[in-house]
């Protein structure tokens, strides 16, 4: 019956809330590892569950040492699929709605200095067609800040040359159009006749903007691999993902007077405020730079 309600549920966030994959497989999987905490605790029905037996669970998760963000995670996800049994009548009251959400670690996020991207562009050698391509992608994630996700979906109708535009599709199923720079579409258009043409021969994905050496699609590892080697390759010591690259976007732009609303909208952030803690890196880079260059400072 249990398993059922978790069916009838996922159901809903797919229909009704429009949920991305990403998000259902994340409450798929919460969902999944409290019901097996549950029947070791030897309750079988869903009703039976009190806020007693949530602080337990919370306990086994602080022993297992999750960080804050993966314990609000599970919570949220949990809220919500009781919150969805109360609305079914299965329940009458949702324990969880007594539960606190950890407060998340202000941790604010990795970027590069403009020196720093400089080298690394420097650093790739496109005389091959994976040069060409690794060049293309580190280009197109800086001038975008598109996520790793969404660059990896891409495929090459999303790419207007004229209109020097580029057409996301996000989290959540949302879509939006986004300026491509004249560095990243120069890297782009080298690609697609020089590089390109070269992987696709084994016809193994005829639509997708970036190939491997096979032929297929780049998958989120491939590209977290590449930028990895790049970083190596020009010797920089900062610590290396997809995401930094989309911070440095976001930090440079405000950097050079962008208003919040415009960098929201062009990463993609349903709310203002998952792109006000970028506004924070800004204000530690003008602390920095004040620290070292006022004679009174």
């Not at 549950?38 to 039976?48: C, D, M, P, Y």
């Not at 990795?110 to 690794?134: A, C, H, Q, W, Y």
């Not at 989120?220 to 390759?233: A, P, Q, T, W």
Request: charged share 25%; aromatic share 10%.
């Amino acid at each position: 019956m249990i398993t059922n309600w978790t069916k009838q549920f996922i159901q809903y966030l797919q229909i009704e809330k429009n949920a991305s994959i990403h998000t259902i497989t994340h409450y798929q999987k919460d969902i999944a590892d409290f019901l097996k905490f549950v029947e070791q605790q030897n309750i079988h029905t869903i009703t039976a569950v009190s806020y007693v037996e949530i602080r337990v669970y919370l306990t086994t998760l602080h022993e297992k040492e999750y960080s804050r963000k993966t314990v609000s995670r599970k919570i949220s996800s949990l809220r919500s699929f009781f919150d969805y049994l109360v609305r079914e009548e299965r329940i009458e009251t949702n324990p969880f709605k007594m539960v606190s959400v950890p407060k998340g670690e202000s941790r604010l996020p990795t970027f590069f200095f403009e020196e720093e991207m400089v080298k690394l562009f420097e650093s790739i050698n496109f005389d091959s067609p994976l040069g060409k391509r690794n060049l293309a992608i580190l280009e197109l994630l800086y001038a975008t800040g598109i996520r790793v996700s969404e660059c990896v979906n891409l495929n090459i109708a999303d790419y207007d040359q004229q209109l020097g535009t580029l057409f996301v599709k996000g989290k959540g199923r949302k879509e939006r159009y986004v300026p491509v720079g004249s560095y990243a579409m120069d890297a782009l258009d080298l690609y697609l006749q020089k590089g390109r043409p070269y992987l696709g021969k084994s016809g193994k994905d005829d639509q997708a903007l970036f190939l491997n050496y096979r032929g297929g699609r780049l998958t989120d590892r491939s590209i977290r691999k590449i930028l990895n080697s790049l970083v190596e390759e020009a010797s920089i010591s900062s610590r290396m993902s997809p995401h930094v690259i989309r911070h440095t976007f976001a930090t440079h732009l405000l950097n050079e007077g962008a208003d919040l609303r415009t960098v929201q909208e062009l990463l993609g952030h349903s709310h203002l405020s998952s792109t006000q803690i970028y506004t924070h890196v800004t204000k530690d880079r003008l602390r920095e730079v004040y620290r070292h260059t006022h004679p009174r400072a």
